[in-house]
């Protein structure tokens, strides 16, 4: 009885003090992508990652809350790069990556309990960064609800070394999309004004 008490506890614990789901959900997402499917080979193939509008999820107008987005894409993300073996390439190569940036444009609600894919893909990369696209559908009426881009920032290595692991070649990078082109662009005039405002000129931003 006492170790119940204990593990009610601690799981209490984890649950309250800690975003539990999102702990547990990532790293499964990885091992079920990893042990349970196939590796995909081609590195700009988009994979669909499935889900539903839990109780959860929802805001007070019973739609999926716009944070909730980030949350299902970052497990669809994880998902992704490490089927087509970006993660291992970064493990193998000592490196890691953090979220630099993101964009999210909302173009419909979706409601509880619908279900819904996440479909992930590369973009491209250039000296320092993946460009991830995540694309909600509905799988009711297959409508696009959202669109997200992420820049995922290299430390420890290159984008072009991971890729060259990945691949066994080097691979040159996609042309970049002209929105994709804008947003770069934006992130950097405000990278350069957010420094200068600082006074931290030569500091460089991730």
Same mark, same amino acid.
């Given at each position: 009885?006492?170790?119940?008490?204990? +593990?009610?506890?601690?799981?209490?614990?984890?649950?309250?003090? %800690?975003? *539990?789901?999102?702990?547990?959900?990532?790293?499964?997402?990885?091992?079920?992508?990893?042990?349970?499917?196939?590796? !995909?080979?081609?590195?700009?193939?988009?994979?669909?990652?499935?889900?539903?509008?839990?109780? /959860?999820?929802?805001?007070?107008?019973?739609?999926?809350?716009?944070? &909730?987005?980030? &949350?299902?894409?970052?497990? +669809?993300?994880?998902?992704?790069?490490?089927?087509?073996?970006?993660?291992?390439?970064?493990?193998?190569?000592?490196?890691?990556?953090?979220?630099?940036?993101?964009?999210? &444009?909302?173009?419909?609600?979706?409601?509880?309990?619908?279900?819904?894919?996440?479909?992930?893909? %590369?973009? *491209?990369?250039? *000296?320092?960064?993946?460009?991830?696209?995540?694309?909600?559908?509905?799988?009711?009426?297959?409508?696009?609800?959202?669109?997200? !881009?992420?820049?995922?920032?290299? %430390?420890?290595?290159?984008?072009?070394?991971?890729?060259?692991?990945?691949?066994?070649?080097?691979?040159? /990078?996609?042309?970049?999309?002209?929105?994709?082109?804008?947003?770069?662009?934006?992130?950097?005039?405000?990278?350069?004004?957010?420094? +200068?405002?600082?006074?931290?000129?030569?500091?460089?931003?991730?």
């Amino acid at each position: 009885m006492l170790w119940l008490l204990v +593990a009610l506890g601690l799981a209490t614990a984890y649950f309250s003090l %800690l975003d *539990g789901w999102y702990l547990v959900r990532v790293p499964l997402a990885v091992l079920r992508a990893s042990l349970l499917q196939s590796p !995909i080979r081609d590195l700009l193939a988009e994979q669909t990652y499935v889900g539903r509008v839990l109780p /959860s999820d929802i805001d007070l107008l019973l739609h999926m809350n716009n944070a &909730r987005y980030l &949350r299902e894409a970052d497990v +669809a993300r994880a998902a992704h790069l490490t089927r087509c073996g970006v993660l291992g390439a970064l493990r193998a190569l000592g490196a890691h990556f953090v979220l630099a940036s993101s964009c999210v &444009r909302y173009r419909r609600s979706m409601n509880v309990l619908e279900p819904f894919e996440v479909r992930t893909r %590369l973009l *491209g990369w250039d *000296g320092h960064a993946f460009y991830v696209e995540s694309r909600f559908i509905s799988r009711r009426d297959g409508f696009l609800c959202a669109l997200l !881009i992420f820049r995922q920032h290299v %430390l420890g290595t290159t984008p072009d070394e991971v890729v060259q692991y990945v691949c066994k070649k080097r691979v040159e /990078s996609p042309e970049f999309s002209r929105e994709l082109q804008h947003w770069i662009s934006y992130n950097e005039a405000s990278s350069q004004k957010l420094r +200068a405002e600082s006074g931290l000129s030569s500091t460089k931003d991730q």
